[in-house]
């Protein structure tokens, strides 16, 4: 039976176990140039609704290092959802490809993707949720701190996607889950009960940084206007001003935090360039294991040795 990866909770606590272990022998055999083609002579075809430079060269490296090809697939190629029924894309890369990833603005467009494909879909991004940019990032934190027992991150900015992701990990890994956005940004309320009544972790709803960040171990942000708001960046500029990540939020949080960004990073908006660049920033390290996690994620849905 094909699997799809769309959130996080499609896989298990143990499977998130396996999944960090693959990543990291993975990343390991690449620093040794050590060849791991687990998916010889296999496609991925990459649906791209909204651009992003990470994105694309990450699948499409991590492909060619397990054997496998990437066919990029812009917007100029296809007219997903309008041009050409999404339902009739699926089946027709599923002819041709063993892989889809799928980076789109609905929601529902991934959904399905995943429906109607008879191979496994990757959501590489939606307006709703980032699952496998998660996925890097609690790896990225399991490297730097050895361990994630009593895990808080603080998210500092817009009750995005990408913090949607993160409360779909929470009800996988245990953490103190905490937001700080301005009124009216506040994440998705069902997401934020069913987190809670998963009763695994602890999440937490602010709107001044000052009051959640002391202890954290993680400083969480992501840009004030992503794509598809262009027109509200000017206003969202006014309005989250003052959730900037800059050294003093920093000094509140301790010497233990460190700073992380999904990136690309819009310096002297969300973050000042002392915090992106300075020793607890690990902003590189994250964007580098979106290779080689991903690399897993395919290699697990493939059923690859």
Known sequence: MKRDFLHIT???????????????????????????????????????????????????TGMFQLGGHALFLGPDNLGLGKREATRDLARLFSRYNDLIMARVFEHDHIL?????????????????NHPCQIMADIFTVLEHRGHLDDLTLSFIGDGNNVFHSWMYLAQRLPMKLNLACPEGYEPDEKLVETTRLAGLSKVTVAHDPFDIVAGSDVIYTDVWA??????????????FQPFQVNSKLMKAAGEQAYFMH????????????????????????????????????????????
């Open 112 to 128: 399905d993707l995943a429906k109607y494909a008879s191979v496994p879909v990757i959501n590489g991004l939606t307006d709703y």
């Open 10 to 60: 499609d896989f298990s606590k143990e499977e998130i176990d396996g999944l960090f272990e693959l990543s990291a022998r993975l990343k390991k055999e690449v620093k040794e140039g050590t060849p791991h083609h687990l998916l010889r002579e296999k496609t991925l075809a990459m649906i791209f609704q909204k651009p992003s430079a990470r994105t694309r060269v990450s699948f499409e």
């Open 226 to 239: 992503s794509m598809g708001q262009e027109e509200e960046a000017a206003d969202r500029a006014k309005v």
């Open 262 to 305: 999904c990136l690309p990073a819009h310096r002297g908006d969300e973050v000042t360039d002392e915090v992106i660049d300075s020793h607890r920033s690990i902003v590189f390290d994250e964007a580098e294991n979106r290779m080689h996690v991903q690399k897993a994620i395919m290699v697990i849905l493939m059923g690859a040795p």
